[in-house]
T-cell receptor, first 113, second 114 residues
Framework: DAGVTQSPTHLIKTRGQQVTLRCSPK?????VSWYQQALGQGPQFIFQ???????QRGNFPDRFSGHQFPNYSSELNVNALLLGDSALYLC????????????FGDGTRLSIL | GENVEQHPSTLSVQEGDSAVIKCTYS??????FPWYKQELGKRPQLIID?????GEKKDQRIAVTLNKTAKHFSLHITETQPEDSAVYFC?????????????FGTGTRLLVSP
């Protein structure tokens, strides 16, 4: 049973560029959440997708956008990258209304030069 | 919005000792409190969770207690082992629409010395 998978593992970009990160949820899960984890900090909630719609959003600017596909996989897009966007981006999946906890992927390490 | 504070930021213990990590939350509507363990370069892994209708939960050497009145919850690890060394995060969430939005604490780096 495959868990949450994310790609790529590592990514290096320069300021002003755009990036797309990908996530495949655990089998049977229908909800995908994205978190940003800066070095030495706890993960911060970016947004959450269910039925291809953004359901909840954290305190992140519009440069951060996402998408969910019919197969429940999801993308996180970040435009006009800033040095402060350097972080580990974690995807977590869950099944709505199950009361079960979120399962995290290994994350994508994004470095902005 | 919800805010979660976590203490201490670092904790060093000897193998076999107990370790306690404490968290406080601000939103009284929060009703789900998971704890995650994150080893260097790896994903956060759920180690135990508790819901607001329960005051204590135990799983072998790990236990979590919740005080809703004071809005704080704690992780207790007994008989610590070197493999318990990692960063531990508490989190709080409101589950009212079937969705979880986890608000994390800043983490506690636990070091267990042999």
């Amino acid at each position: 049973d495959a868990g949450v998978t994310q790609s790529p593992t590592h990514l290096i970009k320069t300021r002003g560029q755009q990036v797309t990160l990908r996530c495949s949820p655990k089998s049977g899960h229908d909800t995908v959440s994205w978190y940003q984890q800066a070095l030495g900090q706890g993960p911060q909630f970016i947004f959450q997708y269910y039925e291809e719609e953004e359901r909840q959003r954290g305190n992140f600017p519009d440069r951060f956008s996402g998408h969910q596909f019919p197969n429940y996989s999801s993308e996180l897009n970040v435009n006009a990258l800033l040095l402060g966007d350097s972080a580990l981006y974690l995807c977590a999946s869950s099944l709505r209304d199950s009361g079960q906890p979120q399962h995290f992927g290994d994350g994508t390490r994004l470095s902005i030069l | 919005g919800e805010n979660v504070e976590q203490h201490p930021s670092t904790l060093s213990v000897q193998e076999g000792d107990s370790a306690v990590i404490k968290c406080t939350y601000s939103d009284s509507a929060s009703n789900y409190f998971p704890w995650y363990k994150q080893e260097l370069g790896k994903r956060p892994q759920l180690i135990i969770d508790i819901r607001s209708n329960v005051g204590e939960k135990k799983d072998q050497r790990i236990a979590v207690t919740l005080n809703k009145t004071a809005k704080h919850f704690s992780l207790h690890i007994t008989e610590t082992q070197p493999e318990d060394s990692a960063v531990y995060f508490c989190a709080a969430s409101i589950q009212d629409t079937g969705f979880q939005k986890l608000v994390f604490g800043t983490g506690t780096r636990l070091l267990v010395s042999p």
